[in-house]
């Protein structure tokens, strides 16, 4: 008596266990744990409500490390074992830059929550000669308006839109910096905790729209295809995207030809205008991701 038994409905999603994670600010603060977050928006609601910041406080976040490490930036996916570091508003500051050519050698992300900020810069670029713009600077405005709410498309075309031989300013804010941090324990202290996503436990999966997941970790394949077509956002539009690279990745890869792809591209990425060419190569990347290549 008492016991489960055979034929009972799953319990209700408030008996179910909820997933913890542990946090810490990335340029010092105690740990704190957060849970109950279905979206990237709702993530940084928590870590703001653990560490009592306005939630617009929070610039991005980094998976097992405090420092801004892009190739650790938080994505569409965060492994079960792996301790979020939370990197917040640090000094603001304005730069002028003469674009002296086309490129300027900028690669966009954005947070997920209405941030865009960057996540590249080409060594020998126009940028990478100005020594005040950083990666993880957050992009606020272009010569005064406000990018406040742009995905980071919109604000790579608008980079790539500004007249070649002209100056123009940007507004920026660098996440706050500690001094290195001396003592912190690699993977927030906790044995065992490495820099992969997931420890074979599974991941939790976080969707623009619709709710969060708990999914087995990508495949060999998928994580390939991911790689190959992130390659391919930052090629074509300046931008690195791994959540949208891996909705790519889902939508194509039971597709039998470009058109197909190009169909379901459309219907649920019509925003980004993906030119032809991008498809078709999309299409090749998936391809070569699922013979090994």
């Not at 991005?60 to 939370?86: S, Y």
């Not at 606020?140 to 980071?152: K, T, V, Y």
């Not at 065992?192 to 939790?204: A, C, D, E, F, N």
């Not at 190959?228 to 597709?255: C, H, Q």
Request: hydrophobic share 40%.
């Amino acid at each position: 008596a008492g016991g489960p038994q055979m034929g009972l409905p799953p319990p209700p999603p408030a008996l179910r266990p909820r997933l913890v994670f542990h946090t810490q600010l990335a340029h010092g603060s105690p740990t704190g744990r957060i849970e109950g977050f279905t979206n990237v928006k709702e993530l940084y609601g928590k870590i703001a409500e653990a560490f009592r910041l306005p939630a617009a406080e929070v610039m991005f976040c980094t998976l097992n490390t405090h420092k801004v490490d892009m190739d650790k930036l938080l994505g569409g996916q965060i492994g079960l074992e792996d301790f979020i570091f939370a990197h917040v508003k640090g000094q603001r500051k304005e730069v002028e830059v003469f674009k002296s050519e086309e490129a300027l050698g900028l690669t966009i992300t954005d947070n997920g929550a209405g941030y865009a900020f960057i996540k590249r810069i080409k060594e020998g670029s126009v940028i990478d000669h100005i020594q005040l713009i950083s990666v993880g600077d957050m992009i606020e405005a272009i010569n005064g308006q406000s990018l406040l709410g742009c995905r980071h498309y919109e604000v790579a075309r608008l980079l790539k839109e500004l007249p070649r031989g002209r100056t123009f300013t940007l507004k920026l804010t660098e996440p706050r910096k500690a001094f290195d941090m001396i003592g912190v324990r690699s993977g927030g202290g906790r044995p065992g905790s490495g820099p992969q996503l997931g420890t074979g436990r599974g991941t939790l999966r976080l969707r623009s729209r619709g709710p969060a997941t708990v999914e087995d970790v990508p495949s060999a394949f998928e994580e390939k295809a991911i790689e190959k077509v992130d390659d391919l956002l930052e090629s074509y539009m300046g931008i690195r995207d791994t959540e949208l690279a891996a909705t790519m990745v889902e939508l194509g890869k039971d597709k039998r030809n470009p058109d197909e792809l190009a169909e379901a591209l459309d219907e649920r990425l019509g925003d980004f205008a993906f030119p032809d060419e991008f498809v078709f190569d999309v299409w090749g990347a998936i391809g070569d991701a699922k013979v090994g290549r």
